[in-house]
């Protein structure tokens, strides 16, 4: 489910922020970071806010500065979740961007990363973003995953994973609670290399939603930070030399 830890802290959008540039990609206009000749790529599936937000950005950037081709598609067509909005609360904007159109929408560009010769793709989500990802968790889609503070993703869904998987979450969660993600690493334990943690002291959206005037948030959410690239170096990077050694 969707609620109130969902829409805390909500960023202030900035459509020019970033080092990146902006391009149709899969249909959607897209944030792309990286070098354009990286054969590793990562998607970063946003939470409720969208692709506008500048810490999700400026993630995308460190993620790229590590050789990674980074794309962060638009998936809510120019309209993220805006609580200010009071003739269009979450539950009425939940129904106009379900996570099974943003699981559509993401098979274009996993498409188009294809298309441009990537070998090897890591999927991450954030929030909304992560069940979307869940549901890309196949071999024919992606390499590798990594769902941070997950929301809308139950027990049921995490069965039809088939990739590495790690999963970030926050200690103070009504959504996703340090049992609900135990359950996860035991149905993913079962089948796929899995990495569990739990993060101590924080809330719902904190790796990419939190204070930067917060010295403690900030170093939270650059923790599971460097784990997240820590697990698509290993699965995604390492992976495609890997192949390229093979050639």
Known sequence: ??????????????????????????????YVTGPAYS???????SDIYGYEAPNL??????????????VVPDFFYGDPYNPDNVEKPLPVWITDHGVGKGFEDAK????????????????????????????LAKPHFIQAAVLLHPSLVAVDDIKGV????AVLGAEIDRYSPPVLLKQFEEVL???????L???????????????VEDQNAVKSAEEAHR?????????????????NSRL
């Open 108 to 135: 274009p560009v996993i498409e188009a990363l294809r298309r441009k010769g990537v070998s090897a793709i890591g999927a991450a989500g954030f929030c909304w973003g992560a069940k979307v990802v869940v549901q």
């Open 162 to 165: 088939e990739v590495p998987m």
């Open 39 to 45: 054969s590793p790529a990562l998607l970063l599936v």
């Open 1 to 30: 489910m969707l609620g109130a830890q969902c829409c805390s802290n909500p960023p202030k959008l900035n459509p020019s922020s970033g080092a990146g540039h902006f391009e149709k990609f899969g249909g959607l206009n897209t």
């Open 189 to 195: 334990a079962a089948k796929v290399d899995v990495y």
């Open 227 to 243: 784990d997240m690239l820590e697990w698509f170096t290993k699965y995604v990077k390492r992976g495609t030399a890997l192949m």
């Open 57 to 70: 950005r400026k993630l995308a950037d460190k993620i790229a500065a590590a050789g990674f081709y980074v």
């Open 197 to 211: 943690k739990i993060f101590p002291s924080t809330a719902h959206g904190w790796t990419v939603r939190y204070d």
